[in-house]
C-alpha cells in the first residue's frame, strides 16, 4: 500500500531551536521525496526534496535526511523563528510517464514561540 | 507569471445537489491533479491528467466524482448527489516535469 507516515501531529520550539518532523515509506518504488509547508488558507508550497541517492540535502535553514534502508526521512530547521509557524507535509512520489503523483503525510503542525 | 487559479473559492450547497470545481494551471504545465484536504489532514490524491487523458484516476472515491481537461488546460472536478462527507478544500496543482507541485489556494466545499 502507498502510504507515508509522518511524526509528530504537532511540535511547539522555541525560537532559535531546531525543528525536527520525521517520516516513514512502505513502497520501495518511490524515487523524490518532498517537503510541503502550509499556512492557513492557502496551498501547500514546495520547500525541499530529495532523491534516493543522496543521503542528505541541506537549503539554508532546512535539511532533510534520508535513509533508504530504512525507509526513513525527516526534515530539520535550524534556528527555527516564528514565522516558520505552519504545517508540514512530508510526501512520496512515484514518477509515471511524464507526471508525479505524489502521496502526502498527515501534517506536523509547527509553532514556534518567540 | 499567474500562478493555478481555482474557482470558486467557497461554495456551500445542499445534500444530493451537484457540484462543479474548476481549475486553471500555470501556463504551460502539463500535468494537473487534484487533491482533497480534509481538517486536519494532509492532501488526498483523488485523479491526474496527463495533457487531456486521466492518466491515474485511482484516488476517485466512487463513481459520484468525475473530472474532465477537454482540452489540456483548464480542468473540471464535477462531483454529483453531494454528500455532506463531500465537505473539504478541493485542491489543484500543476506541474511540468520537475516533480514540484505548483498548488492552488483550494475551492471549499461545504455540504449542508
Known amino acids: 500500500q502507498q502510504q507515508v507516515k509522518q511524526s509528530p501531529q504537532s511540535l511547539i520550539v522555541q525560537k532559535g531551536g531546531i525543528s525536527i518532523i520525521n517520516c516513514a515509506y512502505e513502497?520501495?518504488?518511490?524515487?523524490?521525496f518532498p517537503w510541503y509547508q502550509q499556512f492557513p488558507g492557502k496551498g501547500p508550497a514546495l520547500l525541499i526534496a530529495?532523491?534516493?541517492?543522496?543521503s542528505e540535502k541541506k537549503e539554508g535553514r532546512f535539511t532533510i535526511s534520508f535513509n533508504k534502508s530504512a525507509k526513513q526521512f525527516s526534515l530539520h530547521i535550524m534556528d527555527s523563528q516564528p514565522g516558520d509557524s505552519a504545517t508540514y507535509f512530508c510526501?512520496?512520489?512515484?514518477?509515471?510517464?511524464?507526471?508525479?503523483?505524489?502521496?502526502f503525510g498527515a501534517g506536523t503542525r509547527l509553532f514556534v514561540k518567540a | 507569471g499567474a500562478g493555478v487559479s481555482q474557482t470558486p473559492s467557497n461554495k456551500v450547497t445542499e445534500k444530493g445537489k451537484y457540484v462543479e470545481l474548476r481549475c486553471d494551471p500555470i501556463s504551460g504545465h502539463t500535468a494537473l491533479y487534484w487533491y482533497r484536504q480534509s481538517l486536519g489532514q494532509g492532501p488526498e490524491f483523488l485523479i491526474y491528467?496527463?495533457?487531456?487523458?486521466?492518466?491515474?484516476d485511482s484516488g476517485l472515491p466512487n463513481d459520484r466524482f468525475f473530472a474532465v481537461r477537454p482540452e489540456g488546460s483548464v480542468s473540471t472536478l464535477k462531483i454529483q448527489r453531494t454528500e455532506r462527507g463531500d465537505s473539504a478544500v478541493y485542491l489543484c496543482a500543476s506541474s511540468f516535469y520537475t516533480g514540484e507541485l505548483f498548488f492552488g489556494e483550494g475551492s471549499r466545499l461545504t455540504v449542508l
Open positions: 530529495i532523491r534516493p541517492d543522496v
Open positions: 510526501a512520496a512520489s512515484l514518477i509515471n510517464t511524464g507526471g508525479f503523483k505524489t502521496i
Open positions: 513502497n520501495t518504488a518511490f524515487d523524490y
Open positions: 491528467f496527463q495533457g487531456t487523458g486521466a492518466a491515474d
